[in-house]
């Protein structure tokens, strides 16, 4: 027995949307005041937010492309963290800031 595919994030945004806007104009169209106006109105909020939430989940899926095998896994944006010698020198391990100050030192070929 064959399995139907989930609806794509971005057909469920369309679809919730053009429902959201629907719904909309048909409250600002008939006007209502009654109980079933106070349903579609929080039905249309609903289908608003799972409009919202599905645009940023198509969002999420688009941006998150698989790496390339020669590319390192981290985030381009991110960079490795470093730590400074006054942190070293916070945690009481000397040896391991004379290491960071050699490492980090201007050498006379840099200048």
């Known amino acids: 027995m064959r399995r139907f595919p989930g609806p794509d994030a971005r057909t469920v ?6 429902a959201a806007c629907w719904l909309l104009v048909m409250l600002v169209a008939g006007r209502r005041q009654d109980l079933l106006g106070v349903a579609m109105a929080l039905l ?11 645009t940023t989940a198509a969002r999420q899926r688009g941006a998150d492309s698989p790496p390339d095998p020669g590319q390192p896994l981290r985030h381009p944006d991110t960079e490795p963290h470093r730590i400074d010698a006054d942190t070293l ?15 980090y030192r201007p050498s006379d070929n840099d200048r």
């Open 89 to 103: 020198e916070t945690l009481g391990d000397q040896e391991a800031v004379r290491s960071m100050r050699d490492r």
């Open 13 to 18: 945004a369309v679809v919730a949307g053009l």
């Open 44 to 54: 249309c909020v609903l289908l608003a937010t799972v409009a919202g939430v599905a």
